[in-house]
Structure formats: C-alpha cells, structure tokens
C-alpha cells in the first residue's frame, strides 16, 4: 500500500474508534455537562452514519484525480511553455472557429466593423503617443525620432 493508502487507513481507524466512542453512552463526561450536552448531534450523527468504504472510494478517486492534474501541470510543450496552457489556448481558438463557422453573415459583418474601429483606434491613440514621444525627446534630448507603429499579428 502507498503511504496515502496508509494514511487514509490511519485516519479510517480512528473514525471507528471515534464512532464507537460516540455510540457508547456516558463515554464522555465533564463536571457540569452529560455526554448529550458534551458533543454536538453533528458529530454523533456524522460518527454513527459514516460510510468507510465509500469514503474510502471517494478519497482515493479525489487523491488520483490530484495527482493527474499536477502531472498535467508539470508538462510542458515543445516550446518550454506549460502544456495545460497551450491545450487551453487551442480549446479557445477551436471555440472561436466554431463560432465564426456557425455565425450569420450579419453577424461576422458586425464583428468586422468592430475589428476596424479597434483598428482605427489603435492607430489614432499610436499617432498622439508618437507626437508626444517625438516632441519630448527634441525638446529634452534634442533627439529626433521617428517611431513606426508596430505590425500587426
């Protein structure tokens, strides 16, 4: 057995133990409170209804379940980047395709008017940064510049 398997053994012990202690009357006592008083109802129900076996099923299939999914994490693609990443991203861009695939001309021409005004403002808020940059740089380095904006992907 692993040493989760042990473990979980371990901790299955000592929820028997638990369980009969709270099936025995008067097992708990205090000087001012009874055993009814002692523990909450939670905890005895919990204590004399406990399923060992499917918790022990559920434990197990959780503890797999995180297991595969650090192994998952800890993969890396043909360019160092995390594969759960990249296998994200082409989840994301199959989504995009279907969508485009199954959208009304309507709709692609609206998102093309949309694609064009981003365009649009990309380039009017690239001219002002360069104004700015170029006038800057010959009135406090005397240097002049010439930014080009970049290609787009």
């Not at 905890?43 to 099923?57: A, H, I, M, Q, S």
């Not at 005004?117 to 170029?134: G, H, N, S, T």
Request: glycine letters at 2%; a negative charge.
């Amino acid at each position: 057995a692993s040493f989760v398997e042990a473990r979980l053994e371990s901790l299955l012990a000592d929820l028997k133990i638990m369980g009969a202690l709270c099936k025995t009357r008067h097992a708990f006592k205090t000087e001012k409170k009874s055993d009814t008083d002692f523990l909450p109802s939670a905890v005895v129900k919990g204590c004399t209804n406990f399923d060992e076996e499917l918790f022990r099923c559920e434990f197990l299939d959780w503890h797999d379940m995180v297991e595969r999914q650090s192994q998952l994490r800890q993969l890396r693609a043909g360019d160092g980047e995390p594969k759960l990443t990249s296998l994200a991203e082409n989840i994301r861009k199959a989504e995009l395709e279907m969508s485009i695939a199954v959208a009304s001309s309507q709709a692609l021409s609206a998102v093309r008017q949309r694609l064009e005004q981003v365009a649009i403002d990309r380039q009017k808020r690239f001219d002002v940064l360069k104004e700015m940059v170029e006038d800057v740089c010959l009135r406090e380095m005397n240097l002049h510049i010439d930014l080009r904006a970049p290609h787009p992907r």
